[in-house]
């Protein structure tokens, strides 16, 4: 079964810090791999994902993401955190056969002015 | 374009009451997905409905609960009787496409309380 491994429930940087939300999955074939953030009394909201081509793919608002094979990792980040991204963040993988996401237990990003 | 609604935003039940929650999906999605957190963990897959078709049931928990989507358009799910553990946000979403290049829409969720 897939499993996905988000480091860290809480994670708090100040305004203008680097963002780094780590994610780890477990499978012996490369998934889809997704990155959403879901806002206060909002539902979630795809801000990037990897499916071929280029490891590196650039989100919304600044936030891009590594697809790194050897390391099962697709960690998030962005250059400069602004007060508009604290927000709960989730990792989610889909196998390449079947339809259904495995989520992580999410980060919640807190932003310090 | 109106996005994924679900209905109610907040539910308060005593344990052993019957709870409907209601999905409508983006007009024209024929893929229509339940997903549930549990307070601290991962969101989980319950189960895909393709238009009024059950194409994968594996996560619901149990028989207590009961998903349907009658004419393919909006989708309701029941939990009858509602134990403590099934406490949690009920999230709803759906998509246009399957494959790769699937876009999900999410609601922004129920959240259920069972007392």
């Known amino acids: ?113 | 374009e109106a996005g994924v609604t679900q209905f109610p935003s907040h539910s308060v039940i005593e344990k052993g009451q019957t709870v409907t929650l209601r999905c409508d999906p983006i007009s024209g999605h024929d893929n229509l997905y339940w997903y549930r957190r549990v307070m601290g963990k991962e969101i989980k897959f319950l189960l895909h409905f393709v238009k009024e078709s059950k194409q994968d049931e594996s996560g619901m928990p149990n028989n207590r609960f009961l998903a349907e989507r009658t004419g393919g358009t909006y989708s309701t799910l029941k939990v009858q009787p509602a134990e403590l553990e099934d406490s949690g946000v009920y999230f709803c979403a759906s998509s246009q496409d399957l494959g790769y290049n699937e876009k999900l829409f999410f609601g922004s969720g129920t959240q259920l309380s069972v007392l």
């Not at chain 1, 600044?62 to 050897?70: C, D, H, M, V």
Request: charged share 10%; glycine share 8%; aromatic share 14%.
């Open chain 1, 1 to 113: 079964a897939q499993s996905v491994t988000q480091l860290g429930s809480h994670v708090s940087v100040s305004e203008g810090a680097l963002v780094l939300l780590r994610c780890n999955y477990s499978s012996s074939v490369p998934p889809y791999l997704f990155w959403y953030v879901q806002y206060p009394n909002q539902g979630l909201q795809l801000l990037l994902k990897y499916t071929t081509g280029a490891t590196l793919v650039k989100g919304i608002n600044g936030f891009e993401a590594e697809f790194k094979k050897s390391e099962t990792s697709f960690h998030l980040t962005k250059p400069s955190a602004h007060m508009s991204d604290a927000a709960e963040y989730f990792c989610a993988v889909r196998p390449n056969t079947g339809n259904q996401f495995y989520f992580g237990t999410g980060t919640s990003l807190t932003v310090i002015p």
